[in-house]
Nanobody
Framework: QVQLVESGGGLVQAGGSLRLSCAAS????????WGWFRQAPGKEREFVAT????????YYADSVKGRFTMSRDNGKNTVYLQMNSLKPEDTAVYYC???????????????????WGQGTQVTVSS
């Protein structure tokens, strides 16, 4: 059974930084693509970032490009989301997700993903 556990959320002032982690268990994850999504109160879940199954490339939503960096540690079955220059509009619950694939496609739709974590709250104060 695949399980994903996010951590690292919290309260930070605008302009600050946070690093989220997502640790996975229950599989080898060598052929899984990973994604980060977020959901603010009253809004739909939105794509944030994704990394391809072989870890060679990442893709970001325009709203976070240049501020957020996604990385992967295969040995630890963990992905990270380094978030810099945070803005109040980044406030949301952040979720990680995985999909088993060998495709080079960037998975930006939440419908693509098979497994999800429980989420971690990020709050950015102005």
């Amino acid at each position: 059974q695949v399980q994903l556990v996010e951590s690292g959320g919290g309260l930070v002032q605008a302009g600050g930084s946070l690093r989220l982690s997502c640790a996975a268990s229950g599989s080898t994850f060598s052929n899984y693509a990973w994604g980060w999504f977020r959901q603010a109160p009253g809004k739909e879940r939105e794509f944030v970032a994704t990394i391809r199954w072989n870890g060679d490339s990442t893709y970001y939503a325009d709203s976070v490009k240049g501020r957020f960096t996604m990385s992967r540690d295969n040995g630890k079955n963990t992905v990270y989301l380094q978030m810099n220059s945070l803005k109040p509009e980044d406030t949301a619950v952040y979720y990680c997700a995985v999909v088993r694939t060998y495709s080079s496609y960037y998975h930006t739709s939440s419908n693509d993903y098979d497994y999800w974590g429980q989420g971690t709250q990020v709050t950015v104060s102005s």
